[in-house]
Antibody, heavy 117, light 110 residues
Framework: QVQLVQSGAEVKKPGASVKVSCKASGYTFSNYYMHWVRQAPGQGLEWMGWINPNNGGTNYAQKFQGRVTMTRDTSISTAYMDLSRLRSDDTAVYYC??????????WGQGTLVTVSS | QSALTQPPSASGSPGQSVTISCTGTSTDVGGYNYVSWYQQHPGKAPKLMIYEVSKRPSGVPDRFSGSKSGDTASLTVSGLQAEDEADYYCTSYAGSNNLVFGGGTRLTVL
């Protein structure tokens, strides 16, 4: 069965960067886009972008362009989301989600990133 | 990309039907048949309930159905059950390889 296991919670200071990992299993990693979605406390879901694990191609939501970098390591079936110049309003749960066409049938468990001085 | 518009809340009694709307524009909801709906219980990851406007993944009860008319998509939950109480989010493909979410609707089973 498809599983996406994310890295653990992080606490970062404003201005720092955070890198969240998402290890996939149960399917051929290169065959499906990996999306990243975040959810601030008590707020809705916000799409951040995707990476094509096959060739490393990416597409980022306009809001995050210049601050987010999505990468992958196909040798260990793992996708990464790096967010830089963190602000307090980046405090959120970050999810990876495997795409199929434009729906997201499989999600990781989420990683809480807290930005606080 | 602007978020899709959903009502903040909806409610119904057990056994009743409730419909949640998701309004976009001709560049997202109205332009493509790639509308999905997700259910999220508190503290849990979202779960895909409907994709491509009206298709149900295996395992999702047929009490959940989706439709679209123009720039507005809808999720209908029939025969409401207590476990349907959750937050519901719509998404749509928005062109240029982008996805956009709705603001979410909290469904309360009275």
């Amino acid at each position: 069965q498809v599983q996406l296991v994310q890295s653990g919670a992080e606490v970062k200071k404003p201005g720092a960067s955070v890198k969240v990992s998402c290890k996939a299993s149960g399917y051929t990693f290169s065959n499906y886009y990996m999306h990243w979605v975040r959810q601030a406390p008590g707020q809705g879901l916000e799409w951040m972008g995707w990476i094509n694990p096959n060739n490393g191609g990416t597409n980022y939501a306009q809001k995050f362009q210049g601050r987010v970098t999505m990468t992958r390591d196909t040798s260990i079936s793992t996708a990464y989301m790096d967010l830089s110049r963190l602000r307090s309003d980046d405090t959120a749960v970050y999810y990876c989600a495997r795409g199929k066409e434009w729906e997201l049938p499989h999600w990781g468990q989420g990683t809480l990133v807290t930005v606080s001085s | 990309q602007s978020a899709l518009t959903q009502p903040p809340s909806a409610s119904g009694s057990p056994g009743q039907s409730v419909t949640i709307s998701c309004t976009g524009t001709s560049t997202d909801v109205g332009g493509y048949n790639y509308v999905s709906w997700y259910q999220q219980h508190p503290g849990k990851a979202p779960k895909l309930m409907i994709y491509e406007v009206s298709k149900r993944p295996s395992g999702v009860p047929d009490r959940f159905s989706g439709s679209k008319s123009g720039d507005t998509a809808s999720l209908t939950v029939s025969g409401l059950q207590a476990e349907d109480e959750a937050d519901y989010y719509c998404t749509s493909y928005a062109g240029s390889n982008n996805l956009v979410f709705g603001g979410g609707t909290r469904l309360t089973v009275l």
